[in-house]
């Protein structure tokens, strides 16, 4: 379950879909909205844009004035409350904004049940009743509420089954049919342990839902961005996929260059490629806005961005430079590993070790291969300590 989590903790958007199956993301449907009116339209598309690039008050006041326009509406309730979603996704360690956001979701709930007491087949209603469920099951994901999320996670499932039978060949709707296909599939495959939550649902088909999503993303009139989003993180976390998921992160960083999520995929991309110059300037470049306090550049984000600087810097000769920047992401995960070290503190140990052996200090090295076999192994961490301290590293 640890494994799991961990997992969840790295990509809270894609673990959550699988409790929510997140079709009602953002926004959708422009042709089957009788109900949205051309001025809101616009401000939707503006607010959504606003919203990946990090100017959450512009974003708020597009909202603010669909709702003044038309309250009786759920549109304009929905997305901003996705203000306050992406402010909990990208402020990674705050709590600051989970009663605003909750609050937001269950208005949301509630001006949905208005219409659906009228009338239960009222798509837009519909809609943003599922996606007000499917967030609140994704935020209960990420705080850990199993029970919560995977009854939100069913209860937008259903209204998702409704809404295909409305309106099955919608492009918006292929980012939630896409990304329940996949995740469906996936998930279970990789982690037995959640097989039980999946007996409810559909058996999912990760091919047709990675075709889905590529529609979505394509075709969309409101899903596309979030579309990209979501296939990005499938071609890189899960598919390993790094030319397709390179190609989307340079397009949403180019759109959206305020955006410290995208921002961290498109570095990792650049590690994952060996693309090196560039790898380190764009690292570089994330710590700089660190230290200039840009917002959603936290301690974890520098402690990212030190690791990458200095497998670089290694990965270039410069040995000294490099362990200056790994001793700084060692000083900070000492800081951010309250459950044990993590990955980032195992590995860049592991590689003072392997800079200490090219400087000819072999004494230095094998204290650290020593360290890194006291703590857990994660993926290869032990077999390569054992490794260097019988053969000292080499290039």
């Given at each position: 379950m640890?494994?799991?989590?961990?997992?969840?903790?790295?990509?809270?958007?894609?673990?959550?879909?699988?409790?929510?199956?997140?079709?009602?993301?953002?926004?959708?449907?422009?042709?089957?909205?009788?109900?949205?009116?051309?001025?809101?339209?616009?401000?939707?598309?503006?607010?959504?844009?606003?919203?990946?690039?990090?100017?959450?008050?512009?974003?708020?006041?597009?909202?603010?004035?669909?709702?003044?326009?038309?309250?009786?509406?759920?549109?304009?309730?929905?997305?901003?409350?996705?203000?306050?979603?992406?402010?909990?996704?990208?402020?990674?360690?705050?709590?600051?904004?989970?009663?605003?956001?909750?609050k937001k979701i269950q208005k949301v709930l509630d001006v949905c049940d208005q219409i659906l007491d009228t009338n239960e087949f009222e798509l837009s209603a519909l809609f943003f009743k599922g996606g007000a469920l499917g967030y609140r099951g994704r935020f209960h994901v990420v705080r850990e509420n199993w029970f919560r999320a995977a009854s939100d996670g069913h209860s937008a499932y259903q209204i998702l089954l409704k809404c295909l039978e409305i309106a099955p060949n919608n492009y918006d709707i292929m980012l939630g049919t896409g990304i329940y296909n996949y995740f469906a599939e996936v998930l279970p495959e990789q982690y037995p342990v959640i097989k039980p939550l999946m007996l409810f649902l559909h058996k999912g088909d990760k091919k047709l839902g990675i075709l889905q999503l590529q529609a979505s993303s394509k075709y969309a009139r409101y899903a596309s961005v979030e579309a990209k989003f979501v296939l990005m993180q499938i071609y890189y976390d899960f598919e390993k996929d790094f030319y397709s998921a390179l190609e989307i992160a340079r397009e949403l960083v180019a759109k959206y260059p305020n955006n410290p999520v995208f921002q961290r995929y498109l570095g990792r991309c650049l590690v994952s490629l060996y693309i090196l110059d560039e790898w380190l300037e764009h690292w570089q470049r994330i710590l700089k806005w660190y230290s200039e306090k840009k917002p959603g550049y936290d301690l974890l984000t520098a402690r990212e961005a030190l690791y990458y600087v200095g497998s670089a810097l290694m990965e270039k000769g410069k040995y000294d430079e490099a362990l200056n920047y790994f001793y700084k992401c060692d000083e900070l995960s000492r800081k951010l590993d309250k459950d044990g070290p993590s990955p980032f503190m195992i590995y860049l140990n592991l590689k003072i070790g392997k800079i200490f052996d090219l400087q000819g200090k072999r004494k230095y090295a094998i204290m650290q291969y020593q360290k890194v076999l006291s703590w857990k192994n994660f993926r290869d961490s032990h077999e390569q300590a054992n490794k260097y301290l019988q053969t000292p590293y080499t290039r």
């Amino acid at each position: 379950m640890s494994k799991l989590w961990s997992t969840i903790k790295r990509n809270y958007l894609s673990i959550g879909l699988l409790f929510l199956m997140l079709l009602l993301s953002s926004m959708h449907l422009h042709s089957q909205w009788p109900a949205m009116k051309t001025d809101a339209d616009s401000l939707v598309l503006l607010g959504a844009d606003y919203i990946y690039n990090m100017e959450f008050d512009k974003a708020e006041k597009c909202f603010n004035e669909v709702i003044k326009k038309y309250p009786q509406l759920p549109a304009g309730y929905f997305l901003n409350a996705m203000v306050d979603w992406w402010k909990i996704a990208v402020f990674r360690d705050s709590r600051e904004y989970d009663n605003s956001f909750l609050k937001k979701i269950q208005k949301v709930l509630d001006v949905c049940d208005q219409i659906l007491d009228t009338n239960e087949f009222e798509l837009s209603a519909l809609f943003f009743k599922g996606g007000a469920l499917g967030y609140r099951g994704r935020f209960h994901v990420v705080r850990e509420n199993w029970f919560r999320a995977a009854s939100d996670g069913h209860s937008a499932y259903q209204i998702l089954l409704k809404c295909l039978e409305i309106a099955p060949n919608n492009y918006d709707i292929m980012l939630g049919t896409g990304i329940y296909n996949y995740f469906a599939e996936v998930l279970p495959e990789q982690y037995p342990v959640i097989k039980p939550l999946m007996l409810f649902l559909h058996k999912g088909d990760k091919k047709l839902g990675i075709l889905q999503l590529q529609a979505s993303s394509k075709y969309a009139r409101y899903a596309s961005v979030e579309a990209k989003f979501v296939l990005m993180q499938i071609y890189y976390d899960f598919e390993k996929d790094f030319y397709s998921a390179l190609e989307i992160a340079r397009e949403l960083v180019a759109k959206y260059p305020n955006n410290p999520v995208f921002q961290r995929y498109l570095g990792r991309c650049l590690v994952s490629l060996y693309i090196l110059d560039e790898w380190l300037e764009h690292w570089q470049r994330i710590l700089k806005w660190y230290s200039e306090k840009k917002p959603g550049y936290d301690l974890l984000t520098a402690r990212e961005a030190l690791y990458y600087v200095g497998s670089a810097l290694m990965e270039k000769g410069k040995y000294d430079e490099a362990l200056n920047y790994f001793y700084k992401c060692d000083e900070l995960s000492r800081k951010l590993d309250k459950d044990g070290p993590s990955p980032f503190m195992i590995y860049l140990n592991l590689k003072i070790g392997k800079i200490f052996d090219l400087q000819g200090k072999r004494k230095y090295a094998i204290m650290q291969y020593q360290k890194v076999l006291s703590w857990k192994n994660f993926r290869d961490s032990h077999e390569q300590a054992n490794k260097y301290l019988q053969t000292p590293y080499t290039r």
